[in-house]
């Protein structure tokens, strides 16, 4: 049975710094493709959580990292990859393939060794469902790096996925 498009490879319930970064590495991921928006930070923050850094530079140690927003502001995302001395995309137009494509070739791996990873399931897991990517959904972040209360959105997402087929992971 092939997976739908709808639902992620991974969905462990967690925020991105409590991701094990080995669980990624024993899928064989070489590479990952970051959200930044409510995944690496909330709102229209620049400044990322402690948490936050000290994951991406631990998962820097083994993987190579690109940030990968649908945020237009060139400005903020780039203020964002600065501080994580990464790569970045704004402007992404996810689920649409053209730029995470034009990033697999910059990243040089195989689609099967890069994971996406993000909070939106209608356009992160899409996304990267649609290449062939590992897809990981991850909870939102507050302002403190923990799992946002009530994100509404995500769980409308998620009633809607099921609905559309998708399984509950």
């Known amino acids: 049975m092939t997976q739908h498009w709808l639902q992620p490879n991974w ?18 991921m070489q590479a990952l493709v970051l959200d930044v928006d409510r995944t690496l930070l909330p709102g229209r923050d620049i400044e990322l959580p402690a948490s936050v ?5 631990e998962a ?11 945020n237009p502001s060139r400005k903020r ?3 964002v990859a600065k501080q994580l001395e990464l790569t970045f995309t704004c402007s992404a137009a996810k689920p649409r393939r053209e730029r ?5 070739k910059q990243l040089r791996f195989q689609p099967a060794e890069i994971a996406i990873v993000g909070d939106r ?3 992160d897991v899409l996304a ?3 290449l062939g990517l590992y897809t990981v959904l991850v909870r939102p972040l507050s302002a403190d790096g923990s799992p946002c209360k009530n994100d509404r959105v995500q769980q409308l997402e998620q009633k809607l996925a099921n609905w559309l ?3 509950q992971t």
């Open 11 to 28: 969905d462990p319930g967690l925020t991105l710094p409590h991701l094990p970064i080995q669980h990624l590495l024993d899928q064989g």
């Open 53 to 57: 850094t000290a994951w991406v530079k």
């Open 60 to 70: 820097q140690h083994h993987l190579s990292l690109h940030l990968f927003s649908n």
């Open 77 to 79: 995302i780039g203020a």
């Open 100 to 104: 995470l494509r034009k990033v697999m």
């Open 121 to 123: 399931i209608f356009t």
């Open 128 to 130: 990267g469902n649609r």
């Open 165 to 167: 087929g998708a399984q």
